[in-house]
């Protein structure tokens, strides 16, 4: 049975003001790239900050054509990195680092008309190595199996 005192103390826990956490921004974007549209970002697990850049927003529906995009990079001592990434596909990416240097863009959608392929990965000098497809409505870009490793020599092989 609950009592007038329990809801008092309830309605006062209620009414009190939460008290929040001030986020600090990991990394800022260099001011020269202001200019530009941000696509999407993350943080690397090496704590690098990447941004990837567009001349402008993409347009709702309709076609897109393949575009040339920008990675900014901040590490986290303050050393800036800039890749670019020719024949982009994405319309609303997601964006990874490889640990070769790389990076692995995904599209979140699949559209029935488009090639199908809305995952692509590019080497360091921004070149597109290979794309596949894994499916409509992605939200994470990176998928797995536990720690187990198929190569006796203890390496990893990037399959084709």
Do not use: K
Not at 39 to 66: Q, Y
Not at 69 to 74: C, N, Y
């Amino acid at each position: 049975m609950t009592t007038g005192r329990d809801h008092a103390a309830a309605s006062e826990s209620r009414s009190r003001p939460v008290r929040g956490t001030a986020l600090v921004p990991h990394a800022r974007l260099p001011g020269a790239h202001h200019d530009r549209h941000v696509l999407t970002s993350t943080v690397d697990v090496f704590g690098t900050a990447h941004w990837l850049l567009a001349e402008r927003a993409p347009e709702r529906g309709g076609e897109l054509p393949p575009f040339d995009a920008l990675v900014v990079s901040v590490h986290p001592g303050g050393a800036v990195e800039r890749t670019e990434l020719s024949g982009l596909r994405a319309r609303w990416p997601h964006l990874d680092r490889l640990p070769d240097g790389g990076f692995v863009v995904a599209a979140s959608r699949a559209r029935r008309y488009e090639d199908g392929d809305q995952v692509q990965v590019f080497d360091a000098l921004g070149r597109e190595t290979r794309s596949f497809s894994v499916g409509d409505a992605t939200g994470t870009v990176w998928a797995g199996h536990f720690d187990e490793n198929p190569e006796p020599d203890g390496s990893w092989t990037v399959m084709p």
